[in-house]
């Protein structure tokens, strides 16, 4: 089973700056890798998927990269509907699974 | 627009089954997704319950795999979860979302909490 952490827990930034989010799976996903963001109360909402391409929707200040086991969300400039907490998820074919990374939280500094 | 809609109780005592239902508007269940199931305990992150497919075909998760079943009922564009002998460790807010290349859709969740 894959497993998936997320560095750092927790992200002190300003409005305007840019945010680095990493996931490192346990082992190769490819690029079956997939970023959301969920804010208080609130359902989670798909931002990237398959690592690099931005789902319907979503600002251009959002990107995403990686393949493989190292994976990478930037928020080039933060925008105060911004802070909220990130998670990744991969799919994996065999056995067929989700799996989520414990998620980094983007705090107003 | 697909939208998603988990309806059940809100309150279930330990040792007793939770049963969710999702029902599916705006698309039709019978399509090339899989409807998942997810739930996330209070300040917690995200858990994989498990998922279906329109034809029947499940797969859950390995950790709760004895003690759930999810179903589909076609006619209505509703899945359903049944999770058994439940403890205050599945207390929890339960989402459905339907899923292809990634979880696009997710309903609001609903809150279900394990208590005597």
């Known amino acids: 089973e894959v497993v998936l952490t997320q560095s750092p827990a927790t992200l002190s930034l300003s409005p305007g700056e840019r945010a680095t989010l990493s996931c490192r799976a346990s082992q190769s996903v490819s690029v079956y890798l997939a970023w959301y963001q969920q804010k208080p109360g609130q359902a989670p909402r798909l931002l990237i998927y398959?690592?690099?391409n931005r789902a319907t929707g979503i600002p251009a200040r959002f990107s995403g990269s990686g393949s493989g086991t190292d994976f990478t969300l930037t928020i080039s400039s933060l925008e105060p509907e911004d802070f909220a907490v990130y998670y990744c998820q991969q799919r994996s074919n065999w056995p067929p699974s989700l799996t989520f990374g414990g998620g980094t939280k983007v705090e107003i500094k | 627009q697909v939208q998603l809609q988990e309806s059940g109780p809100g309150l279930v005592k330990p040792s007793e089954t939770l049963s969710l239902t999702c029902t599916v508007s705006g698309g039709s269940i019978i399509s090339s997704y899989y409807w998942n199931w997810i739930r996330q305990p209070p300040g917690k992150g995200l858990e994989w319950i498990g998922y279906?497919?329109?034809?029947?075909?499940?797969n859950y998760s390995p950790s709760l795999k004895s003690r759930i079943t999810i179903s589909v009922d076609t006619s209505k564009n509703q899945f359903s979860l049944r999770l058994t002998s439940v403890t205050a460790a599945d207390t929890a807010v339960y989402y459905c979302a339907r899923e292809s290349m990634a979880t696009d859709s997710w309903g609001q969740g609903t809150l279900v909490t394990v208590s005597s």
């Open positions: 279906i497919y329109h034809s029947g075909s499940t």
């Open positions: 398959d690592a690099s």
